[in-house]
């Protein structure tokens, strides 16, 4: 049987390249993780537990040189408790998100050391993202706080800090502000008054690590000229 010429112009095909495949396959896969990724954004967004930074009753701590450690005269140790709402696999990428977002980049994932040791060249954050410990700042005689899960500590240059203890699960994301180099200092013979000299040259951060712009932090530190 022959098919009338008409019927073949009707049922022809369009044949695609593997190159062509591959672009409109890219394409869609492209459509799907976008829509995808916008889903979650919607059902868990990375965003403080309040959008109100008054509702989180931030603690400070003002911790003066104790003669070893210099620790910060003029901005204090921060505590936000419960500042982000953790939730999913992988809870410490949303401390890192917002770290990030707010200009503080997301440096590393671990514990706090189980020694005294500060930082002369950078401010610096912790968001707990899994577990507990308690944790000294300030030096031998310094202040011992207790933190969780969900809890930040935003930590100014040259406040020493120390794991007392910690749950075996305990993890914590860390990041300084953009721009800022860290070291490491564990109150040495020899290190000041280099030391003293760097922790005076440190910014005044663009924004709170968790708020943004319209964080609490500036309100607890005083400017940095």
């Not at 603690?59 to 003669?67: E, I, K, M, V």
């Not at 696999?89 to 590393?108: G, I, R, V």
Request: proline share 7%.
């Amino acid at each position: 049987m022959t098919v009338p010429s008409r019927s073949l112009k009707c049922a022809r095909t369009i044949v695609y390249t593997p190159f062509e495949m591959l672009l409109i396959r890219v394409l869609i896969f492209s459509l799907v993780m976008s829509e995808a990724v916008a889903a979650a954004a919607e059902v868990n967004p990375m965003k403080p537990t309040s959008f109100n930074a008054g509702d989180i009753k931030v603690s400070s701590h003002l911790l003066a040189d104790n003669g070893v450690f210099p620790n910060n005269a003029s901005c204090p140790l921060l505590v936000y408790p419960q500042a982000l709402a953790l939730s999913g696999s992988d809870p410490a990428a949303l401390f890192e998100a917002l770290f990030t977002q707010n200009h503080w980049p997301a440096a590393w994932r671990n514990g706090v050391y189980g020694f005294h040791h500060y930082h002369s060249s950078a401010h610096e954050v912790l968001g707990v993202f899994s577990g507990e410990a308690r944790v000294q700042f300030g030096g031998e005689n310094g202040v011992v706080l207790e933190v969780k899960t969900g809890d930040v500590v935003v930590i100014p240059a040259g406040v020493s800090h120390k794991n007392l203890g910690a749950s075996r699960d305990f993890g914590v994301v860390g990041a300084y502000p953009k721009g800022q180099n860290w070291d490491m200092q564990y109150g040495k013979p020899g290190e000041r008054p280099a030391a003293d000299e760097r922790i005076a040259q440190v910014a005044m951060p663009t924004s709170d690590p968790v708020f943004g712009a319209d964080g609490p932090m500036e309100a607890h530190w005083q400017k940095r000229k």
